[in-house]
């Protein structure tokens, strides 16, 4: 039974808002660093071929396909400590391994046998993988346990946006010190970045754990066996959350990809892979920074789903329109890029704010459905999808641009054959207008949960009450 207890508890506030915006920004800070720089570590650095590269992202992310249901199914069942939060225990363990795991991932071997470099590469990331999970399924799923109100759990998944856009933003201005004047990376100084990240991020988590209160209270479960086909079965009758997958699939793979695409663009056709990279990785933050302030608003009168699928008709215009202007390879192309890239990331930009709280709306209803509250399964279900996202963002865009003639292993890097720049450009704007399409038909046609039905599911479970008959909301529904 799920109460929401409000009268030993301090109410929502600031403090809860900073606290939970510190969680994403410590886990930004390693996130983006891989998701940066892993790829060109061990592809231009390393040596590492494109292929094996590929291939071992896909088997490491098998292993999410394991890693994530099971920490969902442990944290929904198993209470560690003595505080009865369900949450905070599982975050302190992962925070603890997050230290050191993020900068492990960048040893600096370039010299060692291949078998080496390979399995170096496949045994760090899936260290820093199982602590990244341990950190931030329960995490996300502590959304939910914050605040039983839609506008507050919007307010706290906007704050979570903001604290992932600064822990972003700081990464964004290390190509600057990263890339050497001929625009090739400098490994070496990856693992130290890693390991300061690291240490920086553990004095976010810890705030995190400190500032946010759980008022939203679910009884210690009865011991039973784990049946996880069952689980997963449960998972795909959820339509919204299905529809939340392909959304974010969508985004991480075409959107969020243009960091790394952006960085090989620039090193390669337009020249500058320092500072000029780091402008533009701003310039793709600015439409999500521009919504911040009105995203509560805007929820309010539109609700989640319009809030969200609306704005990428714009997103979807823009990148046509993007595949029939020239960019030539110069600062002036430089600058039109930017220009096309921000308004093409502007339908994305609400998405990224409301996401974690739409995710919130998806366990309510998969609470309806089946009367079970299980924030730490579901959500672990769609960080699943999140991750075999980020393994496919990481393959795909690199697989396209080696398909147009980009070559990875050039020295310099910039030394590519005629016509592999504009073919890069044009590339990625396809890629873009292909998932502003996936993320507009999924959010618009598949995602079932409109302001009337958020509020209705919200009524018939009772968020009002300090407690409620989940099987009487349940027989409710079904009369």
Partial sequence: MEQTDVKAKPPFGFKDKIGYAMGDFGCNLSFSLISAFMIDFYTQYIKIADVAWMVIIILTKVWDGINDPIMGSIVD????????????????????????????VFLPIPDAAGWVKITVCIVTYLLWDVCY????????????????????????????SIGAAVGGAICVVLPMFVYDENNSI???RLIWMGLIMGLVAFVAYTLLLKLTTERVHVDAPQKQKINYIETVKTFFKNRPLIAMCIASFALLVFFMSCTTTTKWLFQVYFGNAGTMVTVATVVAYLPMVFFIPFTSKIVKKLGKKKATALPLISSIVAAFVMLFVPVSPD???????MIGLMCIQTGGGLFQLICWAMITDCIDYQQLETGKREEGSVYAFYSFFRKVSQGVALVLP??????VGYNSKAEPISNQLPGVGERMVKMYVILMLVGAVMMFLALMFVYNLGKSEVARISQEL?????AFDLNNAIENRNE
């Fill in 186 to 188: 400098i490994g070496g």
């Fill in 77 to 104: 069942r198993v209470r560690i400590g003595k505080s009865g939060s369900k949450f905070k225990p599982w975050i302190r363990i992962g925070a603890i391994g997050l230290i050191f795991t993020g900068a492990l």
């Fill in 331 to 337: 600062s002036k192309g430089g600058i039109i890029y």
């Fill in 133 to 160: 999970t341990l950190l931030n399924v329960p995490y996300g799923a502590l959304n939910s346990a914050i605040s039983a109100d839609s506008i507050e759990r919007t307010q706290l998944s906007t704050w979570r």
């Fill in 398 to 403: 690199l697989a396209c641009m080696s398909a």
């Fill in 462 to 466: 009772g968020k009002e009450d300090a």
